[in-house]
Nanobody, 129 residues
Framework: QIVESGGGLVQPGGSLRLSCAAS????????IGWFRQAPGKEREAISC????????YYANSVKGRFTVSRDNAKSTVYLQMDNLNPEDTGTYYCASRFAISSAQAMCDLPTSMYSLHTWGKGTLVTVSS
């Protein structure tokens, strides 16, 4: 299973770091994606990483503010979120998928294929003053 942590309440301009840990397996040879679902909106991919080589991809909405990284020894992926704004509020999910060619390919998969991902339960991020 996948377990996310690190969400919470933060003021605009603040930072949070989310973690995504694999339990019972390792992320080797997987693509890992961070997804966000704002209230009343569809779930969207915001950042993805190939666990083996660390290559990354970011959606335009978070590029330059968010940084995805991984710790091979801990089989954990992180999402460092800086300069947060209220539009970043939502539930953040981590998902893994085997046999994906690139981080961008992971993030670009259509929502119709999300059911084939392994998902965590999500962690809530609220950006508010």
């Amino acid at each position: 299973q996948i377990v996310e942590s690190g969400g919470g309440l933060v003021q605009p301009g603040g930072s949070l770091r989310l973690s995504c840990a694999a339990s019972g397996f390792t992320f080797d040879y997987y693509a890992i994606g961070w997804f966000r679902q704002a209230p009343g909106k569809e779930r969207e991919a915001i950042s993805c990483i190939m666990f083996n080589d660390g290559s990354t991809y970011y959606a335009n909405s978070v590029k330059g503010r968010f940084t995805v990284s991984r710790d091979n020894a801990k089989s954990t992926v992180y999402l460092q979120m800086d300069n947060l704004n209220p539009e970043d509020t939502g539930t953040y999910y981590c998902a893994s998928r085997f046999a994906i060619s690139s981080a961008q390919a992971m993030c670009d998969l259509p929502t119709s294929m999300y059911s084939l991902h392994t998902w965590g339960k999500g962690t809530l991020v609220t950006v508010s003053s």
